[in-house]
């Protein structure tokens, strides 16, 4: 019998061949001993012997035996380490031996090549021909639908990380929840599982920049290629929320459709177009919507917190008291709101976000800081000294301050997330953006040239906002009004109750009904 791994093998014991009835099985030291004590039927053979031989006749047991020598002796050589040096003396050419040892060096060489590949079938690169790591990349082009990972183009407008599709499997459709914010600036998606109680896994995103509010503080209207440029992403995302099996949904459409004269008529415009039913909420949702989605960056610690969003056409500013009894839900806490009638592309077109000057951008921070006069909220603006207090920005401008101030290549979403700036490393950077033209700003991977005129407005926004409430130090939250939706709706449904994600995750295909 003809084995691929060790040669030549007889297809009968040697009992069996003689007539008599077959040996019981001996261990393979035993049998080793056995064949040497035969004497020359199991000595190699040498070129004197094996002329003598020619002539005669080779019977099968003889073969089996020239076999078994030949694999005993290799045997004893792995076992031992030994090389060419132990190797014994040559077999002849074309013997069943020299055959049969042939065939079984060429299965370890077979064996051998197998174990240097890997699972796809390309041969694994040794230490000394790794690639060179270019950088992290998490960030989707303009047009993106964020898959696993989503590639960055260098520019601001973003695509959101997904965790889910391709590192642990399709998610479970019935528990999807989905949220679209539709701004001044942004359009975006994002689709969400919950997993643990307070968290959530994201399924799908998707992020464009529309600028909606284009023209909007001039003309009191929604221009029509804004609106266009809007139904557009909005097919996107229409596109997104069909292929999925959504549970529970809000899509909420925020400043620019609030202040337009033709904000409702767009709306009906998108749902002919689109099929998407958007909401138009009020500021103070606004204002509680970040909040809830930020709630799981402030600690134990702080006891009081100031949380802004600055936006494309309006800036929500909370100030939350965290007393002894915490609640789950951050936005309880909040005792004091307001939301400033200006945002990054308003305050840009009335000042030039283009060419900005040290005159203009003082000009911005003037008037941003004469609507705060009007905010009263009294026994809740000296906290600069206190080791509780913090500030937290959730928008555009404090991610990119971030990403410059990490001198990121591209920018990336878990370095930025979460950061804390010093009031110095803040100063700074606007004092960096401050000194940069517009084509060093657009350069800038983290800014790139959609958000270029758009960056100091922000910085003029947040420096008002630091003047009002001055702190320490300043968290970064790359999080906003669609994570404060997916929070909410989760906590209404109770898909985080004690007990429930555990049956949830070991019976993913059952309905709670029937998880017993």
């Known amino acids: 019998m003809n084995d691929p791994d060790h040669g030549l093998r007889p297809s009968v014991s040697g009992g069996q061949a003689t007539g008599g009835q077959a040996k019981p099985k001996r261990s393979r030291r035993r049998k080793g001993k056995a064949k040497r004590a035969q004497g020359p039927s199991s000595a190699p053979l040498s070129p004197a012997n094996s002329s003598s031989r020619s002539g005669l006749e080779t019977s099968p047991q003889s073969v089996a035996s020239d076999g078994d020598a030949v694999r005993k002796r290799k045997r004893r050589r792995r076992g031992k380490g030994g090389g060419q040096a132990n190797r014994p003396s040559q077999i002849e050419a074309g013997s069943p031996a020299k055959a049969a040892q ?15 590949r890997s699972l796809q079938g390309r041969p694994l690169r040794g ?6 790591v270019v950088g992290p990349s998490l960030k989707a082009a303009p047009s993106s639908t964020a898959p696993l990972v989503a590639l960055s183009t260098g520019g601001r407008n973003r695509g959101e990380p997904s965790t889910v599709s391709g590192q642990r499997g399709e998610a479970n459709d019935t528990s999807l929840y989905a949220a679209l914010d539709l701004g001044t600036n942004n359009c975006r998606l994002l689709i969400a599982q919950p997993t643990r109680p307070g968290q959530f896994r994201v399924v799908d995103a998707f992020s464009r920049i529309v600028r909606l509010g284009e023209g909007l503080a001039a003309s009191g209207r929604l221009s029509d290629g804004a609106m266009d440029r809007s139904i557009e992403a909005l097919k996107v995302c229409a596109a997104k929320l069909r292929s999925r099996n959504i549970r529970r949904s809000r899509l909420i459409a925020t400043e620019a459709c609030r202040r337009a004269e033709n904000g409702e008529e767009f709306l009906a415009r998108v749902r002919s177009e689109t099929g998407l039913e958007l909401e138009i909420i009020n500021r103070e949702t606004e204002a509680r919507l970040a909040v809830s989605g930020c709630s799981s960056l402030v600690g134990r610690e702080a006891k009081s917190v100031v949380l802004f969003d600055i936006g494309g056409g309006s800036s929500e500013i909370a100030v939350i008291r965290i007393g002894e009894n915490r609640s789950s839900r951050l936005a309880n806490h909040i005792t004091h709101w307001t939301s400033l009638p200006v945002g990054v592309v308003t305050l840009s077109e009335r000042h030039g976000g283009r060419d900005v000057t040290p005159e203009s951008f003082a000009a911005m921070v003037r008037e941003v800081e004469a609507m705060l006069v009007d905010f009263d909220c009294a ?3 000296d906290h600069g000294a206190s080791d509780d207090f913090h500030l937290i920005g959730t928008s555009g401008t404090v991610t990119t301050l971030a990403g410059v101030h990490l001198d990121l290549p591209r920018y990336d ?11 110095a490393e803040v100063s700074a950077m606007q004092a960096r953006l401050l000194s940069w033209d517009f084509s060093a700003r657009a350069a800038n991977p983290c800014i790139g040239p959609d958000r270029a005129d758009l960056v100091l407005a922000g910085c003029a926004i947040l420096e008002a906002i630091r003047n009002r409430w001055p702190s320490t130090r300043m968290r970064v939250a790359d999080r906003g009004l669609r994570e404060g939706l997916l929070t909410d709706m989760m906590a209404d449904d109770g898909v985080w109750r004690r007990g429930r994600h555990r049956r949830q995750h070991r019976y993913p295909g059952r309905s709670e009904g029937q998880q017993k």
């Open 102 to 116: 042939e065939q079984s060096g060429q299965g370890r060489a077979n064996r051998k090549a197998h174990q240097q």
């Open 127 to 132: 230490p000394e021909s790794s690639p060179e």
């Open 379 to 381: 026994g809740h603006g």
């Open 413 to 423: 979403r878990r370095q930025v997330d979460g950061v804390w700036l010093s009031d």
